[in-house]
């Protein structure tokens, strides 16, 4: 992953306090090493067992952004952004063949013999346990990877916003996922230059929504 560190990025802190959701965008291009560096730097990301239970799609093509976009309540950030990550789910990974997964961690040195073979029963033993609760672990593991993304987009300079508005069976269409049941979006993140600052609208304080031990016990600022 050498191209992640040609660019001088911002350090995470900044990027935390930086960050906006921004609705309006640059046409602008993103070079094709920029992209690169996100999508290595999203792919990053946790997931349970490391299973990596997500699709990406980057939607650039001017008729999918269109189509996308339609299937979004027209929202025009995503035709006015060069490049929208797709977050699907795929809550039937972890029932799969998981060889190559077992076969990089090894190569890496990051799980021995004994790792690998105890994986390889209770990673599908856990994901058959979690019964209908698989698409929602799997969709907090593509949000995880989505969050990777915003926070990477701010610190090397472009912009981003998680959109919740879209209707997922038209969403699945426009990726090509209509005929898979099982598979389910989790966000939509359009990435680009933004054509205009959002301040900071603020937060609660820490006594709000911050406890200790036990809700109700607020956390002191």
Known sequence: MSSITQTQALDVPSAIAQRRSIKTFKTDPIAPELLKQLVELTVA?????????????????????AALSAASWNQQQIVQAPVTFVFAADPNVGERDLTPIF???????????????????????FQAGLGDKRREYAIKDAIIAATHLVLA??????????????IE???KQVIGAGDNPDLAIAVLVPVGYAAEPRLNPGRLPFS??????RIGNPYAE
């Open 45 to 65: 990301a946790p997931s349970s067992f490391n299973i990596q239970d997500w699709q990406i799609i980057l939607v650039q093509d001017e008729a999918q952004k």
């Open 169 to 171: 069976d038209q969403v």
């Open 208 to 213: 709000s929504n911050v406890s200790v031990d």
């Open 103 to 125: 076969e990089r961690a090894t190569e890496t040195g990051a799980w021995n013999e004994g790792t690998v073979n105890y994986f390889k029963s209770a990673i599908p033993q």
């Open 153 to 166: 987009a701010e610190s090397l300079g472009l912009s981003t916003c998680f959109m919740n508005g879209w």
